[in-house]
């Protein structure tokens, strides 16, 4: 067996890689046998429960450890491990992704970047030992702006820190042995009034927690959402994590790493409504023949599949530069975020349409495809919504224009940021910053990479030399944004320029993945057509046309997407084997 990545190398896969471990777990979805089949998924979904027999084998698998940093005796070493493992999840059932482990996920990565070492090392005891964490961040009237939160932890009458308010919609609240709570612990106003406090659930006091009833939701049925309210629920004295009055900090730098996960995850739930809208279209008898027989289903089918290695290659970059360019990283996860979850939603609405009237049935493929299409839509909101993101870019553009796009020259990633599967240096929490600085060493290699590499595929190089000017006319347009433009009452026009900069550098990671592949890579990864694909449809995604995907592309891809069907391999760049 054979893995093939982003850049068409081919390696031996070993045997001991945990997404391949746990892919073979999860056996075959059509299997009706199976306790973690589609049947049984559809089953937990149609009664609003997680898949218990789900739960218990990702407990046996030890999915925890992939939360946990080797350091403290896990299997965490950044993002782009995790991603596979959890993506594999989320292939079977977004739910359990969500549901069992996400969300301990995103409490956990604030006390790795500024917990004790003591707070560390309780916390991985408790995820190794498998339990759960849940994430005490939302509160339904101020969605993800943190820095409104009401919950309040301020000093009682003994001086104890006493915590107050209530956190709603909050995955496995009522199951979690151990919560990280953003509160207020100061009155006065900026940034550094909230805190976040690592908190143990059977050191609380019953009598000052109340459990709020469950929030039912269009999509993620089964995971549990719940929420708490404490009244006067005593603090203890080491429960602050990292510097008091620092938890906003802590949270915008420790999320970059859930900003480019998540997505990079949710491209599993794509590859599993891709390969549904498939099974249907091949299953559909139309006019003498099948409706994958048709030109128009080919090439919806075939833009999905460009929309899969396009998220899959810019989520793939960012993961990387979290070792190469951790200060760098608060561009990046903000523009994947931004740009991948959009990416997914609109590629599983368009399949929905290949589907026809049939969608709206409830046999054959069209109840796998109708739960996908439902559980898909958080991706756009929940952690942190489009224009949250959007908000954090904004800011940075004027300093990117003066340290960055207005020079000459200027660091670029390093190369093997591009190249999956090569080692990368230790990842570094400590190094995550809240902003850039004014660097952005990924647009940069664009820019140098289109000069430079000229004697490449002529349509790449056009590509290239196209999305360099983007960068040079977005800086023109930037540079003239006035303070008053940087905020949250900005004009459109000044957010668009947001968008434009995630679609540069999702362009950038596309070609950057071209320029470092491996050159006696075979396969899709090693021929151009998968680069052009996606540029293609990037341009469709962020408007700069409305262009179909050209007839010779459309049919590359197709006749790639059908081998991969039947061969049983994932749609995404790992190409691994599955049983989705």
Same mark, same amino acid.
Not at 18 to 34: H, I, K, Q, T, V
Not at 383 to 388: D, G, Q
């Given at each position: 067996? #054979?893995?093939?990545?982003?850049?068409?190398?081919?390696?031996?896969?070993?045997?001991?890689?945990?997404?391949?471990?746990?892919?073979?777990?999860?056996?075959?979805?059509?299997?009706?046998?199976?306790?973690?089949?589609?049947?049984?998924?559809?089953?937990?979904?149609?009664?609003? #429960?997680?898949?218990?027999?789900?739960?218990?084998?990702?407990?046996?698998?030890?999915?925890?450890?992939?939360?946990?940093?080797?350091?403290?005796?896990?299997?965490?070493?950044?993002?782009?491990?995790?991603?596979?493992?959890?993506?594999?999840?989320?292939?079977?059932?977004?739910?359990?992704?969500?549901?069992?482990?996400?969300?301990?996920?995103?409490?956990?990565?604030?006390?790795?970047?500024?917990?004790?070492?003591?707070?560390?090392?309780?916390?991985?005891?408790?995820?190794?030992?498998?339990?759960?964490?849940?994430?005490?961040?939302?509160?339904?009237?101020?969605?993800?702006?943190?820095?409104?939160?009401?919950?309040?932890?301020?000093?009682?009458?003994?001086?104890?820190?006493?915590?107050?308010?209530?956190?709603?919609?909050?995955?496995?609240?009522?199951?979690?042995?151990?919560?990280?709570?953003?509160?207020?612990?100061?009155?006065?106003?900026?940034?550094?009034?909230?805190?976040?406090?690592?908190?143990?659930?059977?050191?609380?006091?019953?009598?000052?927690?109340?459990?709020?009833?469950?929030?039912?939701?269009?999509?993620?049925?089964?995971?549990?959402?719940?929420?708490?309210?404490?009244?006067?629920?005593?603090?203890?004295?080491?429960?602050?994590?990292? #510097?008091?009055?620092?938890?906003?900090?802590?949270?915008?730098?420790?999320?970059?790493?859930?900003?480019?996960?998540?997505?990079?995850?949710?491209?599993?739930?794509?590859?599993?409504?891709?390969?549904?809208?498939?099974?249907?279209?091949?299953?559909?008898?139309?006019?003498?023949?099948?409706?994958?027989?048709?030109?128009?289903?080919?090439?919806?089918?075939?833009?999905?599949?460009?929309?899969?290695?396009?998220?899959?290659?810019?989520?793939?970059?960012?993961?990387?530069?979290?070792?190469?360019?951790?200060?760098?990283?608060?561009?990046?996860?903000?523009?994947?975020?931004?740009?991948?979850?959009?990416?997914?939603?609109?590629?599983?609405?368009?399949?929905?349409?290949?589907?026809?009237?049939?969608?709206?049935?409830?046999?054959?493929?069209?109840?796998?495809?109708?739960?996908?299409?439902?559980?898909?839509?958080?991706?756009?909101?929940?952690?942190?919504?489009?224009?949250?993101?959007?908000?954090?870019?904004?800011?940075?553009?004027?300093?990117?224009?003066?340290?960055?796009?207005?020079?000459?020259?200027?660091?670029?990633?390093?190369?093997?940021?591009?190249?999956?599967?090569?080692?990368?240096?230790?990842?570094?929490?400590?190094?995550?910053?809240?902003?850039?600085?004014?660097?952005?060493?990924?647009?940069?290699?664009?820019?140098?990479?289109?000069?430079?590499?000229?004697?490449?595929?002529?349509?790449?190089?056009?590509?290239?030399?196209?999305?360099?000017?983007?960068?040079?006319?977005?800086?023109?347009?930037?540079?003239?944004? #006035?303070?008053?433009?940087?905020?949250?009452?900005?004009?459109?026009?000044?957010?668009?320029?947001?968008?434009?900069?995630?679609?540069?550098?999702?362009?950038?990671?596309?070609?950057?993945?071209?320029?470092?592949?491996?050159?006696?890579?075979?396969?899709?990864?090693?021929?151009?057509?998968?680069?052009?694909?996606?540029?293609?449809?990037?341009?469709?995604?962020?408007?700069?046309?409305?262009?179909?995907?050209?007839?010779?592309?459309?049919?590359?891809?197709?006749?790639?997407?059908?081998?991969?069907?039947?061969?049983?391999?994932?749609?995404?760049?790992?190409?691994?084997?599955?049983?989705?």
């Amino acid at each position: 067996m #054979t893995l093939v990545d982003p850049a068409g190398s081919t390696a031996p896969a070993a045997a001991a890689d945990p997404s391949d471990r746990l892919e073979a777990l999860l056996g075959d979805a059509g299997d009706p046998a199976n306790p973690v089949g589609r049947a049984a998924v559809l089953a937990a979904d149609a009664q609003g #429960t997680l898949l218990a027999a789900g739960e218990e084998l990702l407990t046996a698998f030890g999915l925890n450890a992939q939360f946990v940093p080797q350091a403290l005796g896990g299997r965490f070493t950044g993002p782009e491990e995790l991603i596979a493992v959890m993506r594999a999840v989320y292939r079977r059932d977004p739910c359990l992704g969500l549901g069992y482990g996400v969300g301990s996920f995103m409490a956990a990565v604030n006390v790795w970047t500024a917990g004790s070492d003591e707070q560390q090392a309780r916390l991985a005891e408790h995820l190794l030992s498998g339990g759960r964490v849940a994430c005490g961040y939302h509160e339904l009237a101020h969605g993800n702006d943190f820095a409104r939160a009401e919950v309040r932890a301020l000093p009682g009458p003994d001086g104890r820190l006493l915590l107050n308010g209530r956190k709603e919609v909050v995955a496995n609240i009522t199951r979690a042995g151990a919560i990280v709570v953003f509160a207020r612990t100061s009155d006065a106003p900026g940034s550094r009034s909230h805190s976040q406090l690592l908190l143990e659930a059977d050191r609380l006091p019953p009598e000052t927690v109340t459990h709020l009833p469950r929030y039912g939701t269009v999509g993620m049925r089964g995971v549990p959402l719940g929420g708490i309210e404490f009244t006067d629920c005593p603090v203890p004295a080491d429960a602050v994590v990292g #510097t008091p009055g620092h938890g906003l900090e802590t949270a915008q730098r420790s999320f970059q790493l859930t900003r480019i996960a998540l997505p990079g995850m949710t491209a599993g739930l794509l590859d599993t409504a891709l390969r549904t809208a498939l099974r249907g279209a091949l299953g559909r008898r139309l006019y003498g023949g099948t409706a994958a027989d048709l030109a128009l289903s080919r090439t919806v089918l075939a833009e999905a599949f460009a929309d899969l290695l396009l998220a899959d290659a810019f989520v793939t970059v960012a993961a990387r530069a979290a070792h190469t360019a951790p200060a760098q990283c608060a561009v990046y996860a903000s523009a994947v975020k931004l740009l991948v979850p959009a990416l997914l939603m609109a590629a599983v609405r368009r399949l929905g349409d290949l589907l026809g009237s049939q969608f709206y049935l409830r046999d054959a493929e069209q109840p796998l495809f109708q739960k996908l299409q439902r559980d898909v839509l958080p991706s756009a909101f929940g952690h942190a919504s489009r224009v949250s993101c959007q908000s954090a870019l904004l800011p940075q553009l004027p300093l990117t224009v003066r340290r960055t796009w207005s020079k000459e020259d200027g660091p670029v990633l390093p190369d093997v940021t591009f190249r999956p599967g090569e080692a990368l240096p230790p990842m570094d929490f400590g190094a995550l910053a809240v902003t850039a600085g004014g660097r952005d060493p990924l647009s940069r290699t664009l820019l140098e990479g289109a000069e430079r590499r000229t004697g490449e595929d002529p349509a790449i190089a056009g590509q290239a030399v196209e999305h360099a000017a983007e960068v040079r006319a977005l800086a023109a347009e930037a540079a003239l944004l #006035t303070p008053a433009q940087l905020g949250p009452a900005a004009p459109p026009e000044a957010f668009d320029l947001t968008t434009r900069w995630a679609s540069a550098l999702a362009a950038a990671a596309c070609l950057g993945l071209w320029w470092q592949r491996p050159r006696d890579g075979r396969g899709l990864g090693a021929e151009p057509a998968w680069v052009l694909a996606a540029l293609h449809r990037l341009g469709a995604h962020t408007g700069r046309h409305h262009d179909p995907l050209p007839e010779p592309l459309t049919e590359r891809l197709y006749a790639e997407l059908l081998r991969r069907h039947d061969a049983g391999l994932t749609f995404d760049h790992a190409c691994r084997p599955t049983g989705a």
